[in-house]
């Protein structure tokens, strides 16, 4: 059953990066909007804390997965470090090898992957008006 690969990052701010994270978020979130139309969904989410953090990616197939890590190697992962520690990647679904090759660069770095998919279902969503309240 072929469907949507999702990445889900787990990582620890560094202590007093609160705000160089959430710049990288910013500029992450406007790149992957402009130049990344087969994102499917890009969501960055922290805890109450501000230490931990999750970047929640769903992408269409392996290969819109591909062309995010291009983008992220040549244009965030600088930043992107500055101010996360990274300890864990799953994705569900399959990823290419060249996908996984990069995982693999971080030692530090927990890779899990679930290729098979069972069932499940993707509903687009109609775009939705700001909440005037």
């Known amino acids: 059953m072929s469907g949507p690969l999702i990445f889900i990052s787990r990582s620890r701010v560094k202590p007093g990066k ?25 969501n960055n989410y922290r805890s109450e804390d501000g230490t931990e953090v999750s970047c929640v990616q769903v992408h269409a197939d392996a290969d ?18 500055e101010s ?3 300890y864990e990647v799953d994705i569900y679904g399959r990823p290419s090898d060249s996908a996984l090759e990069f995982l693999s660069q971080f030692e530090q770095l927990r890779v899990r992957v679930l290729p098979m998919r069972d069932a499940g279902l993707l509903r687009p969503q109609q775009a939705r008006s700001p909440d005037p309240s």
């Open 18 to 42: 609160g705000e160089k994270y959430q710049e990288h978020v910013m500029e992450a979130t406007a790149l992957v909007e402009t130049e990344e139309p087969q994102v499917i969904a890009f």
């Open 64 to 81: 819109s997965l591909d062309r995010h890590v291009k983008l992220f190697r040549e244009r965030l992962s600088e930043r992107a470090f």
């Open 84 to 86: 996360v520690d990274s």
